[in-house]
């Protein structure tokens, strides 16, 4: 079964702080990965795929596929980094090309 | 550059009332999605399409109908509604499969009493 695992409903760290959000996955197939967040109220914007092995807003994510994980990762977190982060998989040679999501991790960057 | 739009954006129904629910993209997008997102269970698929003419069912279709009679629409409708179906809708479109970027609207607030 495709499955996505965000093991971490609430993520707190202080500004400045290193931060990472876990994602497992379950897939039988080769998937792509995708990590998207939401600002308050905001729709979802892709942050990073695992394709593309870029860094955006200094974080990163790298795929580790014999821990079955895509952990995200900034070493300085800002206050701006608070939102709702959801990582996502879809399946390399699907029909539908739908995203299925995990539940979600709200980070909170204090002061 | 409007991307992906949803309208309404809120919407108060009384149980058992119908709406309609639009999403119109302007990048000529083959596919395109409905996903409900509730607090602590992340987005659920509703509906997609893969083209033109064409939609199927996703993870949580019950109560949900669709319709893709042109190619930059994706209609969700609620004939009757219920409680159940407050949540927050998202409309998202892409250019296909593996490889492309999916692209979400701005969301619409729906609530049933």
């Known amino acids: 079964a495709q499955r996505v695992t965000q093991p971490e409903k609430l993520l707190s760290v202080f500004k400045g702080a290193p931060v990472e959000l876990k994602c497992n996955y379950s897939?039988?197939?080769?998937?792509?990965l995708f990590w998207y967040v939401q600002y308050s109220r905001q729709r979802l914007q892709l942050l990073l795929r695992?394709?593309s092995r870029e860094s955006i807003k200094g974080f990163t994510a790298d795929l580790n596929k014999g821990e079955t994980s895509f952990h995200l990762k900034k070493p300085f977190a800002q206050e701006e980094d608070s939102a709702m982060y959801y990582c996502?998989?879809?399946?390399?040679?699907?029909?539908?090309?739908?995203?299925?999501f995990g539940k979600g991790t709200k980070l909170s960057v204090k002061p | 550059n409007a991307g992906v739009t949803q309208t309404p954006k809120f919407r108060v129904l009384k149980t058992g009332q119908s709406m309609t629910l639009l999403c119109a993209q302007d990048?000529?997008?083959?596919?395109m999605y409905w996903y409900r997102q509730d607090p602590g269970m992340g987005l659920r698929l509703i509906h997609y399409?893969?083209?033109?003419?064409?939609?199927a069912k996703g993870e949580v279709p019950d109560g949900y109908n669709v319709s893709r009679l042109k190619k930059q629409n994706f209609l969700l409708g609620l004939e009757s509604a219920a409680p159940s179906q407050t949540s927050v809708y998202f409309c998202?479109?892409?250019?296909?499969?593996?490889?492309?970027?999916?692209?979400f609207g701005e969301g619409s607030w729906l609530t049933v009493v």
């Open positions: 998202a479109s892409s250019r296909g499969t593996a490889g492309n970027t999916i692209y």
């Open positions: 897939y039988s197939g080769s998937p792509e």
């Open positions: 695992h394709i």
């Open positions: 996502a998989l879809r399946g390399y040679g699907g029909s539908q090309g739908n995203l299925i």
């Open positions: 990048m000529n997008h083959e596919y």
């Open positions: 399409s893969v083209g033109e003419g064409t939609t």
